[in-house]
Nanobody
């Protein structure tokens, strides 16, 4: 199983970015995909999650209204659209996959990708 993130980069406050998470070796439609971020000196935060079973989504309060998650099951790719970015969104972003079972852990993780928002 492999998850590969792409789309990170450096941009200014107020800009937009779309991250992609391409999965392979995984029954994509039978998993939930979560996006996490980890900034230096802060705890890892789950910012969004989507169930590829029924489409249910979750957003952390810190990104609600600015970020949007969606999946293309045929392409085995999940996306995180990030709008109105702020310097506090600067972090390494990871995608992860868990089975569609309540309480299931995230078994698979991508390598992470840097997003830097300058003020």
């Amino acid at each position: 199983v492999q998850l590969v993130e792409s789309g990170g980069g450096l941009l200014q406050t107020g800009g937009s970015l779309r991250l992609s998470c391409k999965a392979s070796g995984l029954r994509f439609g039978f998993h939930a995909i979560g996006w996490f971020r980890h900034a230096p000196g802060k705890r890892r935060e789950e910012v969004a999650c989507i169930s590829n079973g029924d489409g249910t989504v979750y957003y952390a309060d810190s990104v609600k209204g600015r970020f949007a998650i969606h999946s293309d099951i045929a392409a085995k790719t999940a996306y995180l659209q990030m709008n109105r970015l702020k310097p506090e969104d600067t972090a390494v972003y990871y995608c992860a996959a868990s089975r569609l079972r309540q309480g299931a852990p995230y078994d698979y993780w991508g390598q992470g990708i840097q997003v830097t928002v300058s003020s």
